[in-house]
């Protein structure tokens, strides 16, 4: 069997060798180019490939790939919504990805960067870089004081839900499916306007789908309480970039985390030093002192890239051995 791998990284590149090591019978090789119509013809001789989301993947992408006779594709990360779906099934792909390579790595961030936006660190951090080292008016807000939104209760939203717990504070969550854990703690309220009656944080974990786009807009932080932070470390077209920075300007959002931006393609993940930030809005989000911006790092740690790679390759055998994979994307 042969795997060719797309946007292999310098730092996936190790655990691609330990893969390899422990799977002496498959052939793999590997490019840290990013899958692209023009280079789909490198994998042509392969039974597989593996790739992560950076770029859309269009039809055209897809049709190359079928051109070049692949037809399973085994994905490093757990977004799908970059992927022209229709196509992937028209066209007789099996496609995996990986749901949990490490909810942890999500939910660290997200509690770490909610308790720096509430005691106000990004500020106090300005004040001290120019030797101003008064207290006021750099007051925090204790993350014990605060009822949480926690809107998606998959298994990152799950793992965050635990943090937040640790620290003391109230919780309310909404999610279309019910998890039993989340259930049996009474956490569930209705409807999403009742959580933003209640909350005083708000954080997403929901994938971008049709219904979730732009569901943080003028009318949704209109519902929501007065100096309210919210969060999102899941898809940038889940905020209506335009709404959040009026919510910003008009006092009504205390503050904001960001780990994604709803044009991060193509900006995210490469160097602007020198050349400036290509992206105005964003430029503005990234100078304000109550905003916390970081380029789609919520997921990069050690611990979940290893586990990215490991379990990309490991499904993508699966389905060359014509086994079913672990974690299949339904087409
Ligand atoms: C995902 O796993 O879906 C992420 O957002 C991580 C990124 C490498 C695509």
Do not use: C
Not at 128 to 133: E, I, K, N, Q
Not at 284 to 295: A, E, G, K, Q, S
Request: charge should be negative.
């Amino acid at each position: 069997a042969k795997i060719f791998a797309y946007s292999i990284r310098k730092d996936e590149a190790p655990y691609v060798e330990e893969w390899k090591k422990a799977h002496p019978d498959v052939e793999v090789e590997y490019t840290d180019a990013l899958l692209t119509p023009e280079n789909a013809n490198l994998a042509k001789g392969a039974d597989g490939v593996v790739t992560y989301q950076q770029l859309p993947y269009k039809a055209d992408t897809i049709e190359a790939l079928h051109e070049a006779g692949i037809s399973k594709w085994s994905l490093r990360n757990i977004g799908i919504d970059n992927i022209d779906l229709k196509k992937a099934k028209e066209l007789g792909f099996t496609l995996t990805n990986v749901p949990v390579y490490s909810p942890n790595a999500i939910a660290e961030h997200a509690i770490v960067q909610a308790a720096r936006i509430l005691r106000q660190d990004k500020r106090m951090d300005d004040k001290m870089a120019r030797g101003d080292m008064r207290w006021a008016p750099t007051i925090g807000r204790e993350v014990r004081d605060q009822t949480f939104g926690i809107i998606g209760t998959g298994h990152i939203g799950r793992v965050f839900m635990n943090l937040v717990e640790a620290f003391g504070a109230k919780i309310v969550a909404y999610d279309k499916f019910h998890n039993d854990e989340v259930e049996k703690k009474g956490y569930y309220v209705n409807s999403l306007d009742e959580l933003y009656a209640q909350a005083d944080v708000i954080s997403l974990h929901v994938p971008s789908l049709p219904e979730n786009i732009h569901m943080i807009n003028d009318e949704s932080i209109a519902k929501m309480k007065d100096d309210v932070v919210i969060m999102n470390v899941s898809r940038g077209d889940l905020i209506d970039t335009d709404a959040l920075l009026r919510g910003l300007d008009s006092g009504k959002v205390f503050g904001a985390v960001l780990d994604t931006y709803e044009d991060e393609v193509g900006i995210f993940n490469a160097n602007w030093d020198q050349k400036g930030v290509p992206d105005a809005r964003l430029d503005d989000l990234i100078h304000r002192d109550n905003v916390l911006v970081t380029p789609h790092t919520a997921f990069y740690t050690t611990h979940a890239v290893r586990e990215m790679v490991m379990q990309a390759f490991d499904n993508n055998l699966l389905m060359i051995q014509g086994k079913e994979p672990n974690t299949p994307v339904k087409l």
